[in-house]
């Protein structure tokens, strides 16, 4: 048994096991319900349904934390000290901040550019993001992002002005089952869209057309 002065322990009951060829990872599923995942550097036997597996959990606050370690019929899967833990965090941590950092580097420019290509209310909108988040702070964590939802509302947004009722169109456009007709009635809608950015594209074409704040 492993050391569990640092984590807590949960003892879990296998359902059934299977090894993922592309990560290593032995994928678990217990006779609770949870689906984990453990590395098995050493390729030690599975467990089989029915075993008794302990699971080492960070220590939190409430359910939860990273899986320190792993062990059943005899065999240690894996184990983390809490030293490891944490270097691998800083380790994660400094490669986000350099990943955003490149991003901001490479693509600024691009970035500026499509902003000043939107109408006055959109451009207004991210200069208050920018003074009150900080420039660079906005651009690395949320500018891009923000960016595309208005883009996409500005199109969406001038489609529909050309009708009598702009937000009926939009609403009958919204509501049609089939995304390809929606793309092809209104060319430049991304179809990469998470049902966040959608939704903000649909309100804040909406509120450009009442002359609301965005």
Do not use: C
């Amino acid at each position: 048994m492993l050391n569990t002065e640092d984590y807590k322990m949960t003892t879990e009951i296998v359902r059934d096991a299977s090894l993922s060829s592309a990560s290593g990872y032995i994928d678990l599923t217990t006779e609770a319900g949870w689906g984990i995942g453990i590395k098995n550097p050493n390729k030690y036997p599975l467990p089989a349904p029915g075993d008794s597996i302990d699971m080492y959990w960070e220590k939190s606050d409430g359910w939860g934390g990273s899986i320190a370690g792993a062990s059943a019929n005899g065999y240690d899967y894996f184990y983390k000290t809490r030293q490891e833990i944490e270097d691998e965090y800083q380790a994660w941590r400094k490669q986000y901040a350099d990943e955003k950092q490149k991003a901001y580097d490479d693509n600024l420019k691009n970035w500026i550019h499509r902003r000043d290509q939107l109408v006055e209310p959109l451009r207004k909108r991210i200069h208050r993001f920018e003074q009150k988040d900080g420039f660079e702070t906005f651009w690395k964590d949320s500018g891009q992002y923000e960016l595309f939802i208005l883009e996409q509302a500005q199109i969406l947004y001038l489609w529909a002005i050309q009708f009598d009722d702009p937000i009926k169109e939009i609403d009958d456009w919204n509501d049609l089952e089939d995304f390809q007709k929606k793309y092809e009635l209104v060319p430049g809608i991304d179809d990469g869209h998470s049902g966040w950015t959608w939704g903000g594209m649909i309100a804040t074409a909406k509120a450009l057309i009442k002359g609301k704040r965005v």
